[in-house]
């Protein structure tokens, strides 16, 4: 690991970060969701400038021990397995509209306390941005300077990777560690839908247990308007029974998951189904979290006019039936649904259908 970052340079970088977090004073409306609440009211990341909520940086924590962020996951502490789950609220997949400013404040918390409900009998103790699993939908404009923030909210090492970001992961993807700060800049050179999330080793057990979410990046001259939305799949592998439960880290690592979701719940837009109108253009902005699976991406009943492969923009293609989105890779897919009826979408890899990778769109 000798490429990873010495405690002495993260000290380094943690001392340069708590100076200049005085000089953000407006922050972006990230609402952090506190522990114990339920987990999925979208904490809206537009980049508006109410709610300066994080400026604060805490001091560092005396040095002990080796690298927290190392540390592996606390399956086997903290709260008890079993424990009643938490109320579930759906999580809202519209994004926010990115504001006209060239300067966007995104600030993001990191947490080790985000009990979630994950159906109706299954809970899960996870780690967050903001408090929801996914994260807050982020949404800026290409070639925005991206002013970000992270406050390390936890019990261990944390860290962000945006995927939209050219920049160096050797200064600003690096560990920050509990009660800590760390700012950096980045600009949005490239349109699309990119996963966020955090890059701390294990990485397999940050993403598995919630640390993700999708930014998306809107090309200078805005596609067509359209009503659009924001699905994240991703991976739950609790241990077995009912109530609260934490990581089963051989499931995990077996890629054997219990749960593939939409929007970090099982089966949620089936009984609150996404709307649109017959005719009407539907945008759908797609994020694989993983940890692991691929996404097969597909809508029952309908055609893909338009797939935009990875987010990207430039090459279309044109009337897919099916898009596969690896871990780690987005897609934004356009379709018109004619007729009014009910329309499911799913990961078409059926293995995984069953576990909660069934959401639906109600035309009318
Ligand atoms: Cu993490």
């Known amino acids: 690991m000798n490429a990873m970052m010495t405690r002495r340079r993260f000290l380094s970088i943690a001392g340069l970060t708590s100076l200049s977090l005085g ?13 114990g609440t339920a987990s999925a009211t979208q904490a809206a990341a537009s980049p508006a400038p109410a709610g300066a909520t994080h400026a604060a940086a805490s001091p560092a924590p005396a040095a002990t021990g080796s690298m927290p962020g190392m540390a592996m996951a606390s399956a086997t502490s903290g709260p008890q397995e079993g424990a009643p789950i938490p109320a ?10 990115a504001g006209p400013e060239t300067t966007k404040k995104l600030v993001l918390t990191t947490r080790n306390d985000t009990a979630i409900a994950i159906d109706k009998e299954v809970g899960y103790y996870g780690w967050s941005f903001n408090g929801t699993i996914p994260g807050p939908i982020l949404r800026v404009r290409q070639g925005d300077t991206v002013e970000t923030t992270i406050t390390n909210k936890g019990t261990m090492g944390h860290s962000i990777d945006f995927h939209a970001a050219q920049t160096p992961w050797s200064k600003n993807y690096q560990i920050i560690l509990p009660g800590d700060s760390f700012s950096f800049s980045w600009t949005a050179n490239h349109a699309g839908v990119f996963m966020y999330h955090c890059g701390t080793p294990p990485v397999l057990e940050h993403i598995a247990n919630g640390m993700y979410g999708a930014i998306i990046v809107d090309p200078p001259q805005p596609m067509r308007p359209a009503r659009e939305y924001v699905i994240v799949q991703s991976e739950f592998y609790p241990t077995a029974g009912t109530g609260m439960r934490k990581l089963d880290l051989a499931a995990a690592n077996a890629g054997n998951p219990r749960y593939v979701v939409f929007n970090g719940y099982a089966n949620q837009y089936q009984e609150t189904p996404l709307t649109a109108k017959a005719g009407e253009l539907i945008r759908l902005y797609v994020v694989n979290a993983g940890p692991t699976l691929w996404s097969a991406f ?8 338009s797939v935009y ?56």
């Open 23 to 35: 000089s953000v004073a407006t922050l972006a409306a990230c609402k952090d969701q506190q522990p």
């Open 298 to 305: 597909h809508v029952i009943g309908a055609l893909f006019e």
């Open 309 to 364: 492969p990875s987010g990207s923009l430039d090459s279309p293609l044109h009337w897919l039936q099916t898009w596969s989105i690896a871990p780690g890779d987005g897609a934004i897919f356009e379709l018109t649904i004619p007729d009014p009826g009910t329309y499911p979408f799913v990961t078409h890899s059926f293995a995984y259908t069953g576990r909660g990778a069934i959401g639906l769109i109600k035309v009318e």
């Open 88 to 97: 579930h609220q759906v999580y809202d997949a519209r994004p926010p509209q």
